[in-house]
């Protein structure tokens, strides 16, 4: 499966101007790792719950060390693809009390999403890059504790310095991979209107980074070009949903269409649905809705 290398990495970059980098075709991008072991697997991206999650037990709320017991007795589904801000510590005590709910109610942990304001690891600052990854060095630690495969930095509104921005997924990556775990690139921020920047930051950064494509995240000029390039190379996706209206459909835009793109890019999950809704319960009934949905386009493909 051809890669770049790291050598070959660095010489890409350091030997052209940025420009003549990001203009070079990324027909070698491909998908790193295969993990069959969440293949055809749904799961929910705990964004989902942002609005509904409080530290104590509370009417119409949602308490994150229930989330696990919920995915297997009332949503059907395994994966918990996390996000930092839904997480109320970092500690070890209360990751360690995380993960083995999650185990007592056979869920995975694939993820967590290093959601974190302010972090720039991208900067042309020294000293905020090197900040920056303090940081998510540290998130990685707790991902660890979790038993989490995958971490997704958060990328920014502005667009970064290309060199560095690639040389610090490396030192995250080179980090990560002896605790089991690889580095995600999400289309969010400056990537949302690029659709071809994740295969190409995935050919300059080689090894141990693959695509994290959220349907919803593209601006709606470049949605389905964006998902065609960033499919290939994912090893999960948020399969996002917007408002679903009073007959349950979704004219946002087309979800048939994305899990078109990505069936057809030969990916078989996992699916983490993302969705929203002011009321828990409902949230929790279009949430099983989605998954039916799903598991129904995944059947007509499958006969």
Known sequence: MPIFSRRRMIQTVGASTVGVSWL?????????????????????????????????????KLVMLDLPKIMKNELGMRVIDLMTATLPSLDKEYLDKFRDQAEKHDCIITNLKMNQPGIDMGSPIAATRAQAIDVYKRTIDAAAIL????????????????????????????YARPKGISLLIENFGWIKSEPDVIPRIIQLVGKGLDACPDTGNW?????????????????????????????????????????????????????????????????????????????????????
């Open 24 to 60: 070079q075709p990324a027909a070698e991008a491909q998908s790193n790792v295969a993990h069959s072991d969440v293949t055809g697997l749904f799961g929910v991206t705990t964004g989902s719950f942002t609005r509904h999650l409080t530290q104590t037990a509370e009417s119409g």
């Open 219 to 303: 601006t709606d000029e470049v949605r389905y070009q964006g998902l065609a390039q960033a499919f290939p190379l994912a090893v999960t996706c948020d399969f996002k949903a917007l408002a679903l209206d009073a007959h349950r459909q979704h004219s946002a835009y087309d979800l048939r269409r994305c899990f078109q793109i990505g069936w057809d890019a030969g990916f078989r999950g996992p699916w983490c649905f993302e969705h929203f809704h002011s009321s828990l319960a409902e949230l929790l009934r279009e949430l099983v809705y989605l998954r039916d949905t799903l598991t129904d386009w995944v059947r007509q493909k499958s006969e």
């Open 147 to 174: 038993g989490c495969r995958w971490v997704r930095p958060l990328p920014l509104p502005d667009r970064p310095e290309l060199n560095d921005y690639v040389a610090s997924y490396r030192i995250l990556i080179d």
